[in-house]
């Protein structure tokens, strides 16, 4: 791969949470995540790898080391650089769907609209219409969350993920709660994300990833390998 096709690179970096011992939650981390690639990151609860996403994410900063976003050092930003970061170019999932219940499946995938501040009626409807579209789910666009299957809430999620057409998608156990067949429909709509160019992050346990992963690594106590 080029330079020129990398989309996210982290160099080296550390995290450590300080407590009455001191905890190395990363331990000199460096990975590229491609633009229009799937990228898997395995390990078991502690290892880490929640942790990594977070700081791609800029939800939590590095102690040390350095990432880049389009070449932007996301390390060095400050809280509205990193809130406007998270709004317009990372779509995050998560493994508890993360919808708000008061809210209905339309209404859902219009909040990151609503923070992005798009105000044209017309525009999001035709962007939130298209999202139900593609994954299946648009007779449920006036549901609210709980009179929806799992598998289903999952996929609004990831239409709320998508709602501001961001590069990254960073994904944490995004299959954890799925049976097998909303696994498979939830991976394939996520692989289906990197043939439009997107980047997909995705933190799991779960194998059958793997059948979908353009680049898998392995983290424990920290420390992070390619799978070859």
Known sequence: MTKDNILVQVEEIYKIF????????????????????????????????????KCIGNIWKPTTGRIFFKNKMVHKFNDEESSQF??????????EFNLIPSLNVY??????????????????KERISGLLEELGIKRYIKSSPKELSGGEQQRVAIAVALANDPSLILADEPTANLDTENRKIVLSHLKDLTKQGKSVFIATHDTEIMNYADTI??????????NN
């Open 18 to 53: 300080k407590g009455t011992v001191d905890t190395v939650a990363l331990d000199k981390v460096s990975c590229d995540i491609n633009k229009g690639e799937l990228v898997a990151i395995y390990g078991p609860s502690g290892s880490g790898k929640t942790t990594l996403l």
């Open 86 to 95: 998270r709004i317009h170019d990372i779509g995050f999932i998560f493994q």
């Open 107 to 124: 209404e859902n995938i219009e909040l990151p609209l609503h923070l992005a501040k798009v105000k044209e009626k017309n525009v999001k």
């Open 217 to 226: 690594f392995n983290i424990d106590k920290g420390v992070l390998e390619i």
